[in-house]
């Protein structure tokens, strides 16, 4: 299995720009397909960006399209969200998960998709 720790959160001002990172562990990394969620408070996790396990194919969420992007290293075992054009609507906790993928084009937006999470990065953006 995959350990997934996520940095890179913080608090930001609104138009403002954060690079979410997830490091990972594990001598497997590029057979898994990754995402980012994110959950608010008294809300569903929603999903945010995902990419492919050989980084070829990438999704966003409407809501961030334009503005985040998704990215991966598979020889420093990362993948990485860089948000810009931030909206206080963007705060939440964000989540890297990751999934084993038999494919290397697929990617998933679901979160019940993936069976290994991080334990979170918080996303402040102020008014």
């Known amino acids: 299995q995959v350990q997934l720790v996520e940095s890179g959160g913080g608090l930001v001002q609104a138009g403002g720009s954060l690079r979410l990172s997830c490091a990972t562990s594990?001598?497997?990394?590029?057979?898994?397909?990754m995402g980012w969620f994110r959950q608010a408070p008294g809300k569903e996790r929603e999903f945010v960006a995902a990419i492919s396990k050989s980084g070829g194919s990438i999704y966003y969420a409407d809501s961030v399209k334009g503005r985040f992007t998704i990215s991966r290293d598979n020889v420093k075992n990362a993948v990485y969200l860089q948000m810009n054009s931030l909206k206080p609507e963007d705060s939440a906790v964000y989540y890297c998960?990751?999934?084993?993928?038999?494919?290397?084009?697929?990617?998933?937006?679901?979160?019940?998709?993936?069976?290994?999470w991080g334990q979170g990065t918080q996303v402040t953006v102020s008014s």
């Open positions: 998960a990751a999934r084993f993928s038999a494919y290397s084009g697929r990617i998933y937006d679901r979160h019940t998709a993936y069976d290994m």
């Open positions: 594990g001598p497997t990394f590029s057979s898994y397909a």
